[in-house]
């Protein structure tokens, strides 16, 4: 099932996409974006040319595991997202998965890798969706629930 995972910025919006076979995630793009609605109209150009079946959206819970306005919003567009693109719609939590990214980056750079401030932040979200993907899929990061009251 080729799987899209959606790591929501206020300005840009990280992408990752996996294998038909939803086994592999691979980072996919970084989206420029200026609202959310904006946001809403590329990722949904993203699913149609991909042929996406489902959406995987990063919350962005509080440290504590708390669920904070943030996280409150990024499900509200999640949720919109899944019913204008009709395709099913997982949660999950992304509170690491940009450090894990950054990580990955600094080994890269340690490893002898070029890699400039720009490139960095062009890549970075991009590896932390698909940072989450990639344990979603190996059944390592469970899915969340909730409710529009949360």
């Not at 840009?12 to 294998?19: E, F, I, K, M, T």
């Not at 904070?68 to 997982?90: C, D, F, H, T």
């Amino acid at each position: 099932m080729r799987t899209l995972a959606i790591d929501l910025g206020s300005r840009r919006v990280g992408l990752a996409l996996s294998d038909a076979g939803g086994k592999f995630a691979t980072p996919y793009d970084v989206l420029e974006v200026s609202s959310p609605e904006d946001a809403m109209r590329q990722v949904i150009e993203v699913i149609t040319k991909e042929g996406v079946e489902r959406l995987v959206v990063g919350i962005p819970l509080n440290m504590d595991g708390t669920i904070g306005a943030a996280a409150r919003s990024a499900a509200v567009w999640a949720r919109a997202l899944s019913a204008k693109a009709a395709k099913p719609l997982v949660l999950v939590d992304e509170r690491l998965s940009s450090f894990d990214a950054e990580q990955q980056l600094i080994n890269r750079k340690r490893g002898g890798e070029k890699i400039t401030r720009a490139a960095k932040r062009q890549r970075l979200d991009a590896l932390a969706a698909a940072s989450f993907l990639q344990e979603y899929l190996d059944g390592k990061l469970p899915s969340l629930e909730m409710s529009d009251e949360n």
